[in-house]
């Protein structure tokens, strides 16, 4: 629970989960394998030649990024409940590795133990909401 919840913020809070719904958008709208329904002889006489709705419906059904925008989703309506100085805190840490507990406290002004535990408390309530 506990590495996967730090990976979803992590990635939240670095702006990767936005990277990868935007590289995956992309990967959809110019994905060029083309489907030949004409099989066989003749001409396609009932063919429809809509791209747009074509590429929309694929957008709308692909099961990875439907994930990806509802693992965002999920993240901002609970982050948002959370007291500002929490917030505040947890996004700090995680939007960089190479920040330390040291670093926030400094910077909030705070023990590293309250840091510590302003993280814990956010992850056990993501971690039963994811």
Do not use: C
């Not at 992309?26 to 429809?48: F, L, M, P």
């Not at 439907?66 to 996004?91: C, G, H, I, M, Y």
């Amino acid at each position: 629970m506990a590495d996967r919840v730090d990976s979803i913020l992590r990635d939240y809070f670095s702006g990767r989960l936005n990277l990868r719904i935007k590289q995956r958008e992309e990967t959809i709208r110019y994905d060029s394998n083309e489907v030949d329904e004409n099989i066989g002889g003749g001409r396609a006489q009932n063919k429809h030649t809509r791209p747009v709705e074509d590429m929309r419906i694929r957008l709308d059904e692909d099961r990875y990024l439907n994930s990806l925008v509802k693992q965002k989703e999920d993240v901002e309506s609970w982050v948002a409940t959370f007291e500002k100085p929490k917030r505040d805190v947890v996004a700090y840490y995680y939007a960089s590795k190479s920040v330390t507990w040291v670093k926030v406290a400094q910077q909030f002004h705070i023990s590293e133990s309250t840091a510590r535990s302003y993280r814990t408390e956010i992850k056990h309530i993501l971690g039963a909401v994811l």
